[in-house]
């Protein structure tokens, strides 16, 4: 168990509809990421949040958004959905800023878009 | 465009017998190098390091190897051990915090 929780498991929606997908970071760190992994591909960078405020972008559709709270936790906004939304969705999370340190990463949602 | 490349999609293994997982990369701007383990329905889980100074970081029966000159990184497992069996992926850094995954090697280590 990382220590990073990630809600939901999964979840299955339409095209053209909108989600939220929940990470709560490890007690204790102040970064989170988002990463996409669709089906036989690598872990793609979304976006990475530093004590609240946006610190690194990747490659992050327009119609996705993210965000920190002031608790820490992220949640990442999928709008206007496209079968090719379909992935595994992780958050990760790590103590600093940049990341000489290790990322520990959730469970993962799994986003299925029909 | 796939800025780390892993190659072999699948790797098998004997117990006891060494691991290699290797990993190109593209970019010479990336400054610090990742290697992940991945159970299924698990996230990824960090295993190895090395920052693009060195060219050898040791960790127990891991073992990572850069070669900055081919843009090359490979991680030796020794000796290997059925529960090594896993989804391994690499990661660099580049610019900008962002961060850069291969596609991943599936090793199965056979009893």
């Known amino acids: 168990d990382s220590g990073v929780t990630q809600t939901p498991k999964h979840l299955i929606t339409a095209t053209g509809q909108r989600v939220t997908l929940r990470c709560s970071p490890r007690?204790?760190?102040?970064?989170v990421y988002w990463y996409q992994q669709s089906l036989d591909q690598g872990l793609q960078f979304l976006i990475q949040?530093?004590?609240?405020?946006?610190?690194a972008k990747g490659n992050i559709l327009e119609r996705f958004s993210a965000q920190q709270f002031p608790d820490l936790h992220s949640e990442l906004n999928l709008s206007s959905l496209e079968l090719g939304d379909s992935a595994l969705y992780f958050c990760?999370?790590?103590?600093?800023?940049?990341?000489?340190?290790?990322?520990?990463f959730g469970p993962g949602t799994r986003l299925t878009v029909l | 465009d796939q800025q780390v490349k892993q190659n072999s999609p699948s790797l098998s293994v004997q117990e006891g017998r060494i691991s290699i997982l290797n990993c190109d990369y593209t970019?010479?701007?990336?400054?610090?190098f990742l290697w992940y383990k991945k159970y299924p329905a698990e996230g990824p889980t960090f295993l190895i390091s090395?920052?693009?100074?060195?060219d050898k970081n040791e960790d127990g029966r891991f073992t990572v190897f850069l070669n900055k000159s081919a843009k090359h990184l490979s991680l030796h497992i020794v000796p290997s051990q059925p529960g090594d069996s896993a989804v391994y992926f690499c990661?660099?850094?580049?610019?900008?915090?962002?961060?850069?995954f291969g596609t991943g090697t599936s090793l199965t280590v056979i009893p």
């Open positions: 990760a999370s790590s103590q600093g800023s940049l990341s000489y340190n290790e990322q520990f």
């Open positions: 007690s204790g760190d102040l970064s």
């Open positions: 949040y530093y004590n609240g405020e946006e610190r």
């Open positions: 970019n010479s701007m990336f400054d610090y």
């Open positions: 090395i920052s693009s100074i060195k």
């Open positions: 990661a660099a850094r580049g610019t900008g915090n962002q961060f850069y």
